[in-house]
């Protein structure tokens, strides 16, 4: 059985009037289950908070989403207790990914947005999965630092339609 490529899209890449060419293509692949796209729970609030008239839609096309997992269950000795929760710990990563991205301003002074960006790459990268896929141009600028200082490989759609190409090629 083929590995699945595990890619997190960001908020902005929810495609619900299926107008981004690249992202279409990753859903069908997604159907064909050679990658999975996977949510997170900063996507899940985000959409939430969408007042828009396409919050919707987006919701929508966002509920068909693999749900990534926040917790896991560990399996304990009867000795020391019954089951205990676990998760990958994304907040290790978020002073490093906020000095890559902000690098002149402190935690408490990033606006709500960046600070849920910050997370949104944390928690990926907490559960090692293999892409992120943003527009954000911010972000993507910093693409060659995340990539080298964390492992983190961020890219736009179309850049992400091409890597998983390849991926699959050998």
Request: charged content about 25%; proline content about 3%; hydrophobic content about 40%.
């Amino acid at each position: 059985m083929a590995v699945v490529i595990r890619i997190t899209i960001d908020t902005m890449c929810i495609n619900a009037r299926g107008h981004i060419p690249a992202l279409n293509a990753l859903e069908v692949l997604a159907k064909q289950r050679v990658i999975e796209i996977t949510s997170t729970r900063i996507l899940a609030e985000e959409l939430a908070r969408d007042k828009t008239q396409f919050g919707p839609n987006r919701r929508a096309k966002a509920s068909q989403l693999q749900s990534g997992t926040s917790g896991f269950v560990m399996r304990r000795s009867t000795l020391r207790g019954g089951d205990a929760l676990g998760a990958p710990n994304a907040y290790v990563y978020l002073d490093r990914i906020a000095r890559i991205i902000q690098p002149d301003l402190e935690w408490h002074e990033l606006d709500e947005h960046t600070q849920r960006d910050i997370m949104h790459l944390a928690i990926h990268r907490a559960h090692n999965w293999d892409l992120f896929v943003t527009k954000e141009k911010e972000i993507l600028r910093k693409s060659r630092v995340l990539l080298s200082d964390l492992g983190l490989r961020v890219m736009s759609p179309k850049g992400a339609l091409k890597t998983v190409n390849e991926m699959k090629s050998g």
